[in-house]
Nanobody, 127 residues
Framework: QVQLVESGGGLVQAGGSLSLSCAAS????????MGWFRQAPGKEREFVAT???????YYAHSVQGRFAISRDIAKDTVYLQMSSLRPEDTAVYSC?????????????????????WGQGTQVTVSS
């Protein structure tokens, strides 16, 4: 069983930056595909970014060029660096893990592909 814990959320002004972390315990994430999702008030959860076991990445169109996902295998941690933040980026951000990706380069953007989820961290962007 893998436990995922997000941190780094907070309040930031529009145009600012914020970095989120997702730390894993219970099992190494080295072979897992990882992803970040977000859920704004009154909206469904949506895909933000994903990273494969070998470091390939894929982003939602709405964050392309502003957000960057990365991972530190030695620390079993995944990061989401967010810049040029907008009020519409306000949401609870959650990280998730795919236990058995098809291969080391596989990327996943659908919720139901993910096996483990963190509790989430709130990001609020003021205008």
């Amino acid at each position: 069983q893998v436990q995922l814990v997000e941190s780094g959320g907070g309040l930031v002004q529009a145009g600012g930056s914020l970095s989120l972390s997702c730390a894993a315990s219970g099992q190494t994430l080295s072979t897992y595909a990882m992803g970040w999702f977000r859920q704004a008030p009154g909206k469904e959860r949506e895909f933000v970014a994903t990273i494969s076991g070998n470091g390939r990445t894929y982003y939602a169109h709405s964050v392309q060029g502003r957000f960057a996902i990365s991972r530190d295998i030695a620390k079993d941690t995944v990061y989401l660096q967010m810049s040029s933040l907008r009020p519409e980026d306000t949401a609870v951000y959650s990280c998730a893990a795919v236990r058995r990706p098809y291969n080391s380069g596989s990327l996943y953007y659908r919720e139901f592909d993910y096996d483990y989820w963190g509790q989430g961290t709130q990001v609020t962007v003021s205008s």
